[in-house]
Structures are given as structure tokens and as C-alpha cells.
């Protein structure tokens, strides 16, 4: 379930390597939901559990093998994880990870019920992606969400950014620019870099 999947696209060690990586729910095996091929997709290895087991999120690696997930609480739908594997690239190790909490200023909304735009699932996931440039910018590790902030707006969209590896992150800024009040659903929202950084 909200399975996801990209690709090292790096020069490094993990050049070519896939990972994968899904929800808890529907999943083969427990909370063991993180997998790599280092073969082109010829076989995967045995999953294990990234830290914390975030859900509902996506995944991206830096310029420098580094691969990031990004998810929430599976019980706390306002607690954002950034997930850092430093070694996922390395054929020779078992992926571990650090995780660190993201502040994005709300929730990500789920089973909203008929007044939603998505009664019976999710209303967005959670988005990262890695600056893949080579430009003052290469590796700023960028974060998207649909979350309800609260109030009587019932979907905005969040944006944070961290400069330093998923370390530390800037504060939340509301990228939709429609009124507070508006009663809009800025939902499912979605994030991406170009090549140049953009």
C-alpha cells in the first residue's frame, strides 16, 4: 500500500540501485517496509525497518548516495520524519537510518468523509526531493505536504527545506496563496527538482 520506488542516479557506489519502500498497511511483512535491489531490479532484498516507520511518504536520494524518506506517524498523523540512510548505497551493508522530526505546521488528512474531495482515503502524502544539481543549491533537501492546519481552512499546502543534510529545517510556509478562509482543498499536492535546482 502507497508504495514508492526511485533510483541512485548518482556515480557513487550505489550507482543503478533501486529502493523501495510502502505503507504498513497491506504489507507483506509487518513493519518491515524498506527494500533496494542492487541488481536493476533483479531481486530485492529482504525488507527491513526504516526508524520510527514512517507512512505516507516518498523517497529521493542526494548527489551524494545519501537517501532520504519522508513520512508521518503511523498514530500521529502531525508528526513529520525525515529518514537518512548514509549507507543504503553501499552494497556490502544493511540500510540503517536516523531519523529526524520535520515540523510542517499540521496534519496530513485521511477519511475525511463525504465533505472531502477523497472520502474514504488519504488527501496527500507526504513529499521530499533531493536538489540533484551541481550549482551553490546540490543537496538541499526539499518537503511538501497537504496538511490541515487547523482552523477553518481545511487544506493548505506546507513547504520546509533543510540545507544541511535533513539536520535542521527551515520554518513551514504556506505555499497556496489563496485566503485562509477560503474553504479550499489544496490537496494532494506534489514536489520535484529539475536538473538545474529549480
Known sequence: DKQWITTDRTSGIGAGHLYQWWSTTGSCCGNDTFTRSTDGGQSFETPVQPTNNPVWGTLDVAPDGTLYLAGIH???RDIFYVDRSTNAQDPGATPTFQSTIVDMDGAVAAFGGYNSPNPSGLLG???VAVDPSSGPTAGWIYMLASVDPGGTDPLD????????????W???LRVNDDSPHANAWQW???LAVAPTGR
Open 74 to 76: 503511523i498514530n500521529h
Open 125 to 127: 502524502q507526504v513529499w
Open 157 to 168: 499546502l506546507h513547504f520546509v527545506r533543510s540545507t544541511d543534510g535533513g539536520i535542521t
Open 170 to 172: 527551515s520554518a513551514p
Open 188 to 190: 494532494f499536492g506534489t
